[in-house]
């Protein structure tokens, strides 16, 4: 899932979180979505997440750096982006007036159905600390395709039912 939030701008234009939800746990309860980062984690952020190992990205230290992930895995991560951006469907709009300074936020919901190979971990104890979340975070890997079948699947009638009018999407890093 792509989460598009017109208030939350930086130098490269609006904000866009991306979270994740694994194809077997979409059903009417207890969907859980995760973080998907693809960018702001280092190889060793990387080995640790593939081995299972906890990991806390957007923290380099003097062993780490961003850069070393190799020009084909950053190959894989640009494939990746632009297939969600690509070929998502929006799902949901939800639209804040703000009272005080009367600006207007859009937060706009869109799917893409990826396959692919995914490594998942827990967010270090430090990482809990500083962003608020205690979940599990995914990192991208390889082999990312568009799952077209998922359109017109009966999971795909779920997802379309999801609420997300109170889905806290913002990590603060």
Not at 17 to 43: A, C, H, M, V
Not at 124 to 139: E, H
Not at 140 to 165: A, E, G, Q, R, Y
Request: proline share 3%; glycine share 6%; net charge positive.
């Amino acid at each position: 899932m792509t989460i598009k939030d017109s208030y939350s701008k930086g130098f490269e234009g609006t904000t866009k979180y991306y979270w994740i939800i694994e194809l077997d746990s979409i059903k009417r309860s207890d969907n859980i979505f995760y973080p998907l980062l693809i960018t702001g984690f280092s190889k060793s952020n990387l080995e640790n997440c593939c081995q299972g190992n906890e990991v806390d990205p957007f923290v380099l230290t003097s062993a780490d750096t961003v850069f070393d992930l190799g020009s084909k895995y950053f190959k894989e991560l640009k494939t990746l982006d632009k297939l969600l951006i690509t070929y998502r469907k929006k799902t949901q709009q939800i639209i804040k007036k703000w009272i005080i300074n009367k600006n207007i936020e859009k937060i706009s919901f869109y799917i893409t159905p990826i396959t692919g190979k995914f490594c998942s971990s827990t967010l270090a104890k430090t990482g809990q600390f500083r962003t608020g979340y205690k979940g599990k975070i995914f990192l991208p890997f390889s082999s990312f395709k568009l799952n077209n079948d998922f359109w017109n699947s009966p999971k795909m009638v779920v997802f379309s039912t999801f609420d997300f009018s109170n889905f806290k999407f913002k990590i603060d890093q």
